[in-house]
């Protein structure tokens, strides 16, 4: 059938008995980001994720408590339904495999495939883990421990009922050279394809006695015993489009587009799954993409370390938004990543709060001061709004569909951060506040806000997947109302939507900047350095410590000033620091106070400069500039300042000291 209009993704259906973690947001949250963007794009689209809720943990976690084996999984599902509304996951049905439709249909197949004699009851005496909740054959036990887990496993024997697995094993292998896509990344497809290719595939046990494990479903040809819990789990992917949808749509559905897993579930899914299909002449997934682990702190997640990350924590400390996309923007998707809360905050006061948050807050600063509120018409163009245009719709319909077709989620938010750096470019040479201050320039000036704020229209409908809130917000405050359930990423996006006279609403930021309070750093009141005034020349000439000065008193020429040695230089730290915020001193026409950033892990620094007559407050935001780092605090008509400004001048500031390359914030300066 034609599966151009609809896209069927799923997550794994996560084990019940699991505390929600970052691996589950992970996954969960790629999914939503898919399920969102095709939804754009006009298709049909249906999103599944659920739980497994059988097995051997299921039932002893229940005895344990002294309850149910059902009455425990109501108990526990509710936490990860929670925590996807908190996530603004967008999924179209949650599964539970104890739902009775469920059983059913799992009995129906299990039928099925016993009819056509690809199920055999036989004797097995194997190393089962309780844990993982499956046979190893002695070649894989090492010291009595289970491969997978490493837990201890014991030894039984036991009558059980088989799937004829290895009997599809030649042709597994063909439709994974046939079909590059089928499993990705590529590195994943090579290792399912060199187990294929040089181990013999043996059949797969699919029954668990009663006597041992009752908490499962029944099989239909046998009363003593239930289904193994994979065979079970991994039919919920064809069984909810017979039953959580309405009308029943596995025709319209199947095969699904994308299976996301864990890289430690992809045997299950690329020949466990396969093969099920197989046998049951149903088509295969298009695609099962097998994403790495998370670490944190370079450490492996574990209860007992006591580092495992809780996904509810940190949209509780960051917002669901800032956590979705430190989630897919940090690592590329398909490899192991490691969980750095300092890198989360990077992440958070760089990208999106200097970085998109910035943007929105100066537009819309601009036109509330110089529109009175109202996005202005554009006048005539010139190359920095062509350039800035070409970027923009690249970015919407060539780029964005490339990468995110591929889960390339990281390149994709990269991508988009490209645009939000030119666009706050286009501001920085623009610089409208400049152009504010003639009426000859107002045409321009028009000109220059109209296409700041169409610029983040376009940029409302690029982050929308990834970070759904935020994007709404974007368009709220612009003053519009767009419908992000509808296909507006259907067609190509032109220019120019953004309706002139429209009235923005400006609000709150869009993300507040975290603030990080290192552990036994030094303040800058620790280091001795006399008070210095806070703008000197490049050349670090010799200032008296004195209050800032003046126009009437100017700063002296390097040739006037006494020589130092290397020695006393080097007691000078100059280290470059990115401006967080800026703004006017009450009563001064030329100081400004900046909030500077000096690097992740370290508090931001209060400034005082002399710059004010040269620069508006809003152009000096997000640039990295030269600071000297170890003054002592001196107070400036009452402000301390904490360091000192690198300019040039005279008598008047004639220019910042700032580095061509892109450095981060806190390097030293030689």
Same mark, same amino acid.
Request: glycine fraction near 6%; hydrophobic fraction near 40%; avoid cysteine.
């Given at each position: 059938?034609?599966?151009?209009?609809?896209?069927?993704?799923?997550?794994?259906?996560?084990?019940?008995?699991?505390?929600?973690?970052?691996?589950?947001?992970?996954?969960?949250?790629?999914?939503?980001?898919?399920?969102?963007?095709?939804?754009?794009?006009?298709? $049909?689209? %249906?999103?599944? +994720?659920?739980?497994?809720? #059988?097995?051997?943990? &299921? /039932?002893?976690?229940?005895a344990k408590a002294g309850i149910d084996p059902q009455a425990h999984c109501d108990k526990l599902a509710p936490q990860f339904q929670a925590l996807?509304?908190?996530?603004?996951?967008?999924? $179209?049905? %949650?599964?539970? +495999?104890?739902?009775?439709? #469920?059983?059913?249909? &799992? /009995?129906?197949?299990?039928q099925e495939l016993y009819y056509k004699q690809l199920i055999y009851k036989d004797d097995y005496t194997g190393w089962y883990c309780t844990f993982d909740e499956r046979f190893w054959t002695e070649k894989d036990v090492a010291g009595g421990l289970c491969p997978d887990c490493k837990r201890p496993v014991e030894k039984l024997s036991e009558h059980n009922y088989f799937f004829k697995m290895g009997q599809y094993q030649d042709r597994l292998i063909e439709h994974i050279k046939q079909h590059p896509n089928f499993i990705r990344p590529e590195s994943r497809r090579n290792e399912v394809l060199g187990f294929l290719t040089t181990q013999k595939l043996g059949d797969l046990s699919i029954s668990r006695p009663k006597s041992r494990l009752s908490w499962g479903i029944e099989l239909p040809f046998d009363k003593d015993y239930v289904t193994y819990v994979w065979f079970d789990a991994l039919v919920n992917y064809v069984s909810a489009l017979e039953y959580l949808v309405q009308p029943p749509a596995r025709e319209k559905f199947w095969p699904a587009n994308v299976h996301l897993v864990g890289k430690d579930i992809l045997t299950t899914h690329a020949v466990y799954w396969s093969t099920m299909l197989m046998a049951l002449n149903l088509p295969l997934p298009?695609?099962?993409?097998?994403?790495?682990?998370?670490?944190?702190?370079?450490?492996?997640?574990?209860?007992?370390?006591?580092?495992?990350?809780?996904?509810?924590?940190?949209?509780?400390?960051?917002?669901?938004?800032?956590?979705r996309y430190f989630l897919l923007r940090e690592v590329p998707f398909g490899q192991d990543g490691d969980f750095v809360l300092g890198a989360m905050i990077t992440r958070v006061n760089s990208d999106l709060a200097n970085g998109l948050g910035n943007l929105l807050s100066r537009t819309l600063t601009l036109i509330e001061r110089t529109q009175e509120g109202h996005v202005p018409a554009p006048g005539k163009i010139r190359a920095a709004e062509r350039d800035l245009i070409q970027a923009t719709l690249a970015l919407l319909n060539d780029v964005l569909p490339n990468h995110l077709e591929t889960q390339e989620f990281n390149r994709a938010l990269e991508a988009i951060w490209q645009v939000v750096q030119t666009a706050n470019q286009y501001v920085d040479k623009t610089a409208p506040w400049t152009l504010a201050k003639n009426e000859s320039d107002a045409d321009q000036l028009r000109t220059v806000l109209y296409h700041m704020a169409e610029t983040l229209r376009c940029l409302s409908l690029a982050t929308y997947s990834f970070m759904p809130a935020s994007a709404q917000t974007i368009s709220h405050q612009l003053g519009l109302s767009i419908d992000f359930n509808s296909p507006i990423l259907e067609h190509r996006v032109e220019w120019g939507s953004l309706a002139p006279g429209t009235t923005i609403h400006k609000g709150t930021s869009l993300f507040p900047r975290i603030e990080s309070k290192p552990q036994g750093a030094k303040t800058v009141s620790d280091t001795p350095t006399p008070?210095?005034?806070?703008?000197?020349?490049?050349?670090?000439?010799?200032?008296?410590?004195?209050?800032?000065?003046?126009?009437?008193?100017?700063?002296?020429?390097?040739?006037?000033?006494?020589?130092?040695?290397?020695?006393?230089?080097?007691?000078?730290?100059?280290?470059?620091?990115?401006?967080?915020?800026?703004?006017?001193?009450?009563?001064?026409?030329?100081?400004?106070?900046?909030?500077?950033?000096?690097?992740?892990?370290?508090?931001?620094?209060?400034?005082?400069?002399?710059?004010?007559?040269?620069?508006?407050?809003?152009?000096?935001?997000?640039?990295?500039?030269?600071?000297?780092?170890?003054?002592?605090?001196?107070?400036?008509?009452?402000?301390?300042?904490?360091?000192m400004v690198l300019a040039a001048g005279d008598s008047e500031v004639r220019g910042l000291a700032t580095i061509l390359e892109e450095v981060d914030p806190g390097t030293k300066v030689k």
């Open positions: 059938m034609n599966t151009a209009n609809r896209f069927y993704i799923t997550t794994p259906i996560y084990y019940v008995n699991d505390v929600p973690h970052i691996g589950h947001a992970y996954t969960t949250v790629a999914a939503d980001v898919l399920a969102r963007y095709w939804r754009l794009r006009g298709r $049909d689209v %249906f999103f599944l +994720t659920g739980l497994d809720e #059988h097995g051997q943990k &299921v /039932q002893q976690a229940a996807w509304k908190r996530l603004n996951i967008s999924n $179209d049905a %949650f599964i539970r +495999t104890t739902d009775p439709a #469920h059983h059913s249909i &799992v /009995q129906r197949y299990l298009e695609t099962i993409f097998a994403h790495g682990w998370w670490t944190v702190d370079g450490e492996k997640m574990s209860k007992s370390r006591g580092n495992v990350v809780d996904p509810n924590k940190m949209v509780d400390e960051f917002g669901a938004d800032a956590f008070p210095q005034p806070t703008t000197a020349t490049p050349a670090l000439t010799a200032v008296p410590p004195s209050p800032m000065p003046s126009a009437s008193s100017p700063v002296p020429q390097a040739s006037s000033a006494a020589q130092i040695t290397i020695d006393e230089f080097m007691k000078i730290q100059l280290k470059t620091a990115k401006v967080l915020t800026a703004e006017r001193v009450p009563k001064s026409g030329k100081l400004l106070k900046l909030q500077v950033s000096l690097g992740e892990g370290t508090e931001p620094r209060q400034i005082v400069a002399g710059i004010g007559k040269k620069y508006e407050p809003e152009a000096l935001i997000g640039k990295t500039i030269i600071i000297v780092a170890n003054l002592k605090p001196a107070k400036l008509m009452g402000i301390e300042s904490q360091g």
